[in-house]
């Protein structure tokens, strides 16, 4: 009876949590921090402007951070860069592969452990540039000894910066460090690790006027919040105490919040005291605004200092181009090759206009280009052919290599392909270069080959066909069954003493007649047995013969 009383007391406590959780909606984790009715941006202080030295060069500061349980590593592509002065500062270890520029040069903060890697020929020359503080003692040290800043950026978990060549177009002239979205800047690819699902909502039907709740908890360190909203909606803007929300468009909208607001220019504080508990938020929400229904929930666990947050009306089936994330093609400035074999041992490329027969098995080699004295391995995730309009997925099995720095190596079979009806097909594997036994990933890349496949078309002919390990293979099973049966005979006659009981003459005549006849094939003749009998035979066979004759005379008589 007692541990009936325990379960049930547990089974009330979870069902309460669960209540309390769900207060308002069920809430679901946004992947990539964006959907149908919201999007969450970080912001980074930044600042991108005109200058160019007199000697034409340009000066790029890049702030990079990383996540604790993120291991760093990015592609650096300069190769379209302007003449220009690159300083990277990092907050934890970097493993940098560099595409580099003679007219660009590189340098490191002091206390920055950053390795730049060139593909084929080790490492680059790195310049030094004093320890800083903080950002705007890096600022003033690159502009006192450079002439000015023209772009600086902050990066969180980047996988690939790209230099596009282009320049700013009226742009301020001095660099002051303003909340920014990095990926906005025109003069560089800026592709980031996707980040955590950080972001938690739910959306319900409304037949009233929306009500957005946005909380961003105690324990979060967001301090500034700039908001996009739909028109005529009402909000409840909650976040800890110092959090700023400013609203961005110049919309009518009614809020509700504990903290500092600016709308239209204007900032007011209505100094309302709002719990963090979803539950007592819903009951707040739906007292203040007479209202039976909260439109949409979100919560925000992001922990940065600057966000931008777009809310929109789920309804709506446009979408404003203004919450469009834009992120760039990943990068394929180091290239990888695939080549195909027709024989395991690697030693046989197949010609791209050879035909695979669908039937055989094909090996496939994938390399890339190598980086110094730094070890890389590549990992593929996934393999698939295509053929407009058909694509399968193409199972795959990893072969062994002994060698060493030897590349990737794979097998495939092509039987699915077998009763498709083209002939032409794009083999393509999603793979990823790994540095220090596979604890820093470059972002995903595509390596393709074409090939060209023959229908495997079955032998009609019901002959058996045999090779050369065949027609041997009989001949010395042949060979040794006679010999064990030579044997066997042999064995026989010493233990008796006496021939055996069937001649072996007679009796290999008699399987040699047997064997041949009626085989059209046979090459010999049959011969026929001798009737000559030896003289104990005759007068053997004349006194039986006599003996035998003389009973019906005597019958008779």
Not at 68 to 93: D, G, Q, R
Not at 170 to 179: A, E, I, N, R
Not at 314 to 322: G, L, W, Y
Not at 436 to 445: A, D, I, L, P, R
Request: glycine content about 4%.
């Amino acid at each position: 009876m007692r541990s009936i009383t325990c379960f049930i007391a547990v089974i009330l406590c979870l069902r309460r949590a669960a209540s309390d959780s769900s207060a308002i909606c069920e809430l679901k984790d946004v992947s990539g921090d964006s959907n149908d009715w919201i999007v969450l941006q970080e912001m980074s202080l930044g600042c991108w402007t005109d200058f160019t030295s007199l000697n034409g060069t340009e000066v790029h500061i890049f702030k990079l951070l990383s996540s604790p349980e993120i291991h760093p590593m990015l592609e650096l592509n300069v190769t379209m860069a302007n003449p220009s002065v690159v300083i990277i500062t990092s907050s934890s270890p970097l493993t940098i592969l560099l595409q580099d520029n003679p007219t660009v040069k590189i340098y490191v903060t002091d206390g920055s452990s950053v390795n730049i890697y060139l593909p084929n020929r080790g490492s680059p020359q790195k310049h030094a540039a004093p320890f800083a503080n903080s950002d705007s003692e890096l600022l003033k040290w690159a502009t006192e000894t450079f002439g000015g800043v023209t772009s600086f950026t902050t990066a969180r978990d980047p996988m690939v910066i790209t230099f596009t060549g282009m320049k700013g177009t009226h742009q301020p002239s001095t660099c002051d460090l303003q909340p920014e979205i990095a990926a906005d800047k025109q003069f560089i690819e800026l592709k980031l690790t996707s980040p955590p699902d950080e972001l938690k909502s739910c959306y319900t039907k409304y037949s009233e006027e929306p009500i957005h709740v946005i909380n961003i908890p105690d324990d979060v360190k967001i301090r500034h919040v700039y908001l996009h909203l739909p028109s005529n909606s009402k909000v409840i803007l909650r976040g800890p105490a110092n959090t700023e929300w400013t609203i961005l468009n110049n919309i009518s909208v009614k809020f509700l919040s504990n903290n500092r607001v600016t709308l239209n220019g204007m900032k007011l504080l209505l100094n309302k005291t709002i719990s963090d508990d979803p539950k007592e938020i819903r009951q707040k929400v739906l007292l203040h605004y007479k209202s039976t229904s909260i439109t949409s929930y979100s919560e925000i666990r992001l922990n940065v200092s600057h966000i931008q947050l777009w809310i929109r009306d789920h309804t709506s089936s446009s979408v404003p181009a203004e919450v469009k994330p834009t992120t760039p093609a990943p990068s394929s400035s180091f290239p990888l090759q695939m080549q195909l074999f027709s024989s395991p041992d690697y030693m046989l490329p197949l010609d791209p206009s050879s035909k695979v027969q669908s039937d055989k098995r094909v090996y496939a080699e994938i390399s890339s280009q190598s980086f110094g004295a730094i070890t890389v391995s590549i990992k593929v995730s996934s393999c698939w052919v295509s053929s407009m309009p058909e694509v399968r997925d193409m199972p795959f099995k990893e072969e062994v290599c002994y060698i060493k720095d030897c590349p990737k190596r794979l097998s495939f079979s092509f039987e699915m392909l077998q009763n498709l009806p083209s002939s032409s097909w794009d083999l393509e594997c999603a793979v990823k270069l790994c540095f220090k036994s596979g604890k820093s990933c470059t972002n995903e890349k595509h390596v393709k080959r074409n090939f060209q496949i023959k229908p495997y078309i079955p032998n009609k002919n019901p002959c058996f066909e045999f090779g050369l390990s065949a027609v041997l293979g009989i001949a010395f099973g042949g060979f040794l069954i006679g010999v064990l049966l030579t044997g066997a005979l042999w064995f026989i006659k010493i233990r008796t003493g006496h021939p055996v009981a069937l001649g072996m003459r007679s009796t290999a005549a008699e399987l040699s007649v047997l064997s041949i006849t009626g085989c059209p094939c046979g090459l010999t003749k049959r011969q026929p047995v001798p009737t000559h009998q030896s003289p104990s035979e005759n007068s053997s066979a004349n006194a039986s013969i006599g003996s035998t004759q003389s009973t019906p005379t005597s019958s008779m008589a």
